[in-house]
């Protein structure tokens, strides 16, 4: 989800203002005049549906359709999101008009789970159920996504508007392969459009490639497009009664030969290099058919923590901010190509000298006595150390306890620790000169330790005989014991016929004993208070 929360700054729609005064020509947006925008209405059921809200706001800008977090009077319909929901209720024979919404739904993001009914909130509004499923694996599928909620949501914008009144171009055939980088496109009038404004770019609603205002003209010369192959977005606008209507369309841009796609690849600061300070303008080649260019830095692969960058169609993106320590940085350089978003990995190396050096605890006092059944750990930076790691068990390096990843934090609340006295063991991983290191520390748990038992074998009962090649053992817990371990063989602490941890179980099956009537030696270790501590036992093989 970190992906997601990195494309919310994507805009769809960028138009400038070049003229002023009351000549100034009108631009495609919303006018003041025309109707308030349909609002939909979001309603996130979790964190990462929550976060998907801010992509899909920017998205959705220039599309006549208004989003609000939570459903209202002026509500054209709800849409309810999750990130890994279970299965949404089923389509009622009342939802026909959001049923189709949810089959248009179902056209633009196969895979995902939805369904959509009339009066499951509000009987005036439809509601869509949207399980985003796998769309919320990538940067790539989550735009995607954004893109295919805004398109199947947008009749209810159209409704808004006089669909019949807008232009739409008759030439060159919309779908088709352009003849070249010069093409003059041609439009029919529509119905009453006072104005036009002809809008291309290398993505949906973009406006790299072209964006004029056409007054009245039918028909635009345009030059300097593609010659890669890759597709290319035009919008059209209509300026009909007081309100700016769209229609788009999608080419081919024209190939003189077959053309591969390929990646952009960075150039500068050149990879496994140390940058020279805090800043760094990051460069990299245009690739082929690239569309568009994002750029991750972080402290892990595929991490962003550090910069998140949309570069749009520039071949560079200005980085500040960056650590000073000789840290290593990940920098992930996003293309997205008609087959969707691909990319490269790098390393580059942060300014500054690197001392790596593991987190030590600082809190509670490593030796000391937990107050409670409650405890939160923190611990110092280190130096160089990318992510956190904590382990709480009850002998070294155990984790039955809590086990859990910190990521950047330097701290972590753990709950349900013993209350009886117990020693307890903590491990505090640090990810380091790209490896794991750790350091370890005891506590006492809150609480009296009483006296401690061993534990005793309760079945089979001691002396006995068994009953065949396999044997349930099972023992008492004792008091205080933190593990247990049990040894199966020929004579006296022995194991050459089984040896097991057995962890913190009490129980444990033994298959493959022999039966020719020898005795069997059996012994149960307890460890309590750091020391292995046992009991022996006899039995008769079944013969």
């Not at 389509?91 to 026909?96: F, H, L, N």
């Not at 005036?124 to 499923?133: E, K, N, Q, S």
């Not at 930076?381 to 070294?396: A, D, E, I, N």
């Not at 913190?504 to 012994?523: F, K, S």
Request: charged share 10%; hydrophobic share 40%.
């Amino acid at each position: 989800m970190k992906h997601l929360a990195s494309l919310a700054a994507i805009c769809l729609l960028a138009v400038t203002t070049t003229a002023a005064g009351a000549a100034a020509a009108r631009r495609p947006q919303r006018s003041p005049l025309a109707p308030a925008a349909p609002r939909i209405a979001i309603v996130a059921q979790d964190a990462a549906s929550a976060a998907f809200v801010s992509t899909l706001e920017a998205v959705f800008a220039g599309s006549g359709l208004e989003i609000v977090t939570q459903p209202d009077a002026g509500s054209a319909a709800v849409l309810v999101l999750s990130a890994a929901a279970g299965q949404p209720p089923q389509v009622t024979s009342e939802g026909m008009r959001s049923a189709a919404i949810g089959r248009r739904l179902q056209q633009g993001l196969p895979g995902a789970r939805l369904s959509a009914c009339n009066g499951c909130r509000d009987a005036a509004r439809p509601t869509i159920h949207l399980d985003l499923g796998d769309a919320a694996n990538s940067p790539s599928s989550l735009m995607d996504a954004a893109l295919a909620i805004r398109d199947a949501l947008a009749p209810l914008a159209a409704g808004n508007q006089r669909t019949a009144s807008k232009a739409e171009i008759s030439s060159p055939t919309p779908g088709s392969t352009l003849p070249g980088s010069s093409v003059t496109f041609q439009w029919n009038p529509g119905d009453s459009a006072t104005q036009y404004w002809l809008m291309i770019g290398t993505w949906l609603g973009g406006d790299t490639l072209y964006s004029a205002d056409q007054g009245l003209l039918t028909s635009a010369p345009v030059s300097g497009l593609p010659t890669d192959g890759r597709t290319v977005y035009v919008r059209l606008w209509s300026y009909v009664n007081g309100q700016w209507i769209s229609n788009d369309y999608q080419y081919k841009a024209y190939a003189s030969g077959a053309v591969t796609p390929a990646k952009a690849e960075l150039t500068s600061p050149a990879p496994g290099s140390t940058l020279a300070g805090p800043s760094a303008t990051f460069q990299w080649s245009a690739g082929t058919a690239v569309a568009r260019y994002y750029l991750f830095v972080g402290l892990w692969q595929g991490g962003n923590s550090v910069a998140s960058v949309d570069a749009a169609a520039n071949l560079q993106a200005n980085v500040t901010g960056l650590p000073a320590d000789g840290t290593p940085l990940y920098v992930r350089l996003w293309s997205f190509l008609d087959s969707g978003w691909q990319y490269n990995d790098y390393t580059v190396k942060a300014s500054g000298t690197y001392l790596p050096s593991k987190a030590a605890m600082t809190s509670p006092t490593p030796g000391s006595t937990l107050s409670s059944t409650s405890a939160t750990f923190q611990w110092g930076t280190g130096s160089g150390v990318l992510r956190y790691h904590l382990f709480v068990g009850k002998w070294q390096g155990g984790n039955t306890l809590y086990d859990q990843s910190a990521g950047t934090n330097l701290s972590a609340a753990v709950s349900g620790l013993p209350n009886d006295g117990s020693t307890l063991y903590v491990r505090l991983w640090s990810y380091v000169a790209g490896e794991w290191q750790f350091n370890d520390y005891t506590y006492t748990a809150s609480g009296s330790a009483g006296t401690p038992v061993k534990a005793v074998m309760t079945s089979p009962a001691p002396g006995t005989t068994l009953s065949s090649s396999s044997a349930t053992f099972t023992w008492s817990p004792g008091a205080n014991v933190q593990r247990y371990w049990l040894f199966v063989g020929n004579s006296q602490g022995n194991n050459d016929i089984y040896g097991g941890d057995q962890s913190l179980n009490t129980t444990v099956t033994v298959n493959g004993l022999p039966t020719d009537g020898r005795v069997l030696h059996v012994r149960l270790w307890s460890y309590i208070n750091g020391a292995w501590l046992s009991n022996d036992y006899s039995y008769r093989a079944r013969q």
